[in-house]
């Protein structure tokens, strides 16, 4: 029972540290910079 019980928790553990990083990578990431004295917005 406990196996199972920290397997569960792996795998809860591993799918809250993966889903954030999978979300940044695939959304563009936009702020603004400064080019030539003016503000741009880049998205990356």
Partial sequence: ??????ALTLAAVTVGVVTPAYA???HPVCHKVKVHHHWEKRCH
């Fill in 1 to 6: 029972m406990k196996k199972v019980l920290f």
């Fill in 24 to 26: 940044d990578y695939h």
